[in-house]
């Protein structure tokens, strides 16, 4: 077999894969879309309805406590999480640790990246239960933030390690200091600083294992910090192991809502990154 006919061969794979991959998530957004969307289409309220009392016997109700129950956990996790990952990521450039040092912290990050997420809800889980305590937001908030940690943290790594380094050599040339210089690399990286942000809170929002053991499980709407609550990954799994069939079908359009959602929220992260690219150094204005 000549060069010529192995650079074909891999040219065909190359593309069936992409084509494979492809083809499996218009599968999935497209069986989401059918099932979910039709539900939401006969019934909208009840995304904005909250459940009754029986709800999984009767199918009464809505998801809207899973919406919020949602929002109030990795809102703040998110918050919490992105502090801490742009602070670590700072601290891993040149300026303020050693190559070292920082490809060996990078090596535990890919390592929690990579930890299944319900690893993590078991830990706190493990917490919940040394302290005495019950399952609640609080917790759901702190998992979260763990579960998003290293996935921001890589994101703003490597968009830091991106930024052009005239941006350092001239902060530097005109006297700043190393936080005067590191401000202004962070502003340049802005653009896969903001993708790591929304990738986590989409990572975060679509997860149902870092919080299946530590907010509970609860058809209420969230009444406190420290009380019961539900996400609407959570609630698609209850839903869709319920023997009620319009329960079911709400499974479906939750699942609808949260897809929705999510690529909603990547999209949002490209825009962001395109607009903002415009005011880094090399950008188009």
């Not at 040149?94 to 929690?112: A, C, E, I």
Request: aromatic share 10%.
């Amino acid at each position: 077999m000549n060069r010529y006919m192995t650079q074909r061969l891999f040219g065909i794979a190359v593309r069936a894969a992409a084509l494979l991959v492809v083809g499996v998530l218009l599968l999935v957004i497209g069986v989401t879309v059918a099932r979910g969307g039709g539900v939401l289409l006969a019934d909208p309220s009840i995304v904005f309805t909250p459940p009754g009392s029986r709800y999984m016997l009767e199918g009464t109700g809505g998801f809207l406590h899973a919406v919020l129950g949602s929002l109030f956990i990795v809102g703040p996790a998110t918050v919490v999480s992105m502090v801490a990952a742009v602070s670590t990521a700072v601290y891993l450039q040149s300026d303020y640790s050693s190559r070292r040092f920082s490809d060996g912290v990078n090596m535990f990050l890919n390592v929690l990246w990579g930890t299944p997420p319900i690893v993590y809800g078991v830990f706190v889980l493990t917490i919940i239960i040394a302290t005495g305590a019950q399952t609640s937001l609080f917790f759901g908030i702190i998992a979260i933030a763990i579960f998003q940690y290293p996935i921001m943290t890589r994101y703003t790594d490597e968009a830091l390690r991106a930024a052009p380094e005239t941006v350092r050599e001239s902060t530097y040339g005109l006297g700043a200091t190393r936080f005067e210089s590191m401000r202004m690399t962070v502003r340049a990286a802005a653009p896969g600083v903001i993708a790591g942000l929304v990738m986590g809170f989409a990572r975060g929002i679509g997860d149902a294992a870092t919080v299946l053991f530590t907010t509970g499980r609860s058809t209420r709407m969230p009444g406190g910090l420290f009380e019961a609550a539900t996400t609407l990954p959570v609630l698609i799994f209850d839903q869709a192991m319920s023997f009620n069939a319009e329960v079911r079908s709400h499974a479906y359009a939750a699942a609808f809502v949260l897809t929705s959602v999510v690529l909603g929220l990547i999209l949002l992260s490209k825009l962001l990154a395109g607009r903002y690219a415009r005011y880094t150094p090399g950008g188009n204005r």
